[in-house]
């Protein structure tokens, strides 16, 4: 399988502080990856090193082909890696001036060029996709934060990216509303979308994704084929996770 993300040996810290320490691996085109851990053990940090929002401090990182390690990455190439790599936050991100239509095809005209038609007809299609077609001429505050957090997903896959990161994109959300983002999520990843997912539900992580990496302090302390590493993890603070979380391996 082709590699679309390959990290050797990177470090991380914020001052004094080590938030990634030696993190190697790949994530595989088509693949669904799981970052697990506690809270402060670096999973977010590990997801915005992947697109360039934090800039490693030493090892390499390299994103669909592009070295993004040097430490004075040029605009362009940086551009390229952000419209091949889309990411979902926490908080949705929507811009509350403007309509979901606004929000989903301001992206596609001014980075990709596209016609207004083209982009309306493109968010169209993303905006069927998650459900909410008919949610087009809404205004952010005029919707759930369900909807909210599928309109968030609809608006990076207009930009057609060959990455999608995802960052506890359910953690903000009611327990009522979790089921319906988990659920566009799993379609993106049958449809083989490449996805990493920073996420505390271990249903979605055991049941779609194909590979966990759990981090603790910073370090890879396990990872594996997903099913396998959380129905019988063989790591002593992995179990501690798992059983905080009231997850065992009688499933």
């Known amino acids: 399988m082709d590699k679309v993300i390959a990290f050797n040996n990177i470090e991380k810290n914020f001052g004094s502080l080590k938030v990634l320490q030696g993190i190697t691996g790949a ?88 016609t207004p038609k083209e982009s309306a007809q493109i968010a169209g299609v993303y905006l069927d996709k998650v459900g909410l077609f008919d949610k087009a001429s809404a205004y952010p505050e005029q919707l759930s934060g369900g909807q909210k957090q599928r309109v968030a997903i609809a608006r990076s896959l207009c930009m057609n990216p060959q990455i ?23 379609q993106l990843a049958a449809d083989g979308m490449t996805m990493v997912v920073v996420t505390h539900e271990m249903q979605f992580a055991r049941e779609v994704a194909s590979k966990v990496i759990f981090l603790d302090k910073g370090k890879i302390e396990e990872q594996g084929i997903a099913r396998d590493v959380i129905t019988n993890p063989q790591s002593d603070r992995l179990r501690t996770f798992l059983s905080r979380l009231k997850i065992t391996s009688n499933f």
Do not use: W
């Open 27 to 114: 994530i595989n085109q088509g693949e669904v990856v799981a970052v697990i851990g506690s809270s402060g053990c670096g999973k977010s940090t590990l997801l915005r090193c992947f697109n360039r929002l934090e800039a490693i401090n030493s090892g390499q990182l390299v994103v669909n082909g592009i070295d993004i390690s040097h430490p004075t990455l040029n605009y362009r190439t940086l551009r390229q890696l952000r419209s091949l790599v889309g990411m979902v936050f926490q908080q949705f991100n929507l811009f509350p001036h403007l309509s979901v239509l606004e929000n989903l095809t301001l992206a596609p005209r001014q980075v990709l060029g596209k």
């Open 164 to 186: 999608m990161l995802f960052d506890e994109p359910t953690s903000a959300l009611d327990p009522e509303l979790v089921g319906e983002v988990l659920q566009v999520m799993q």
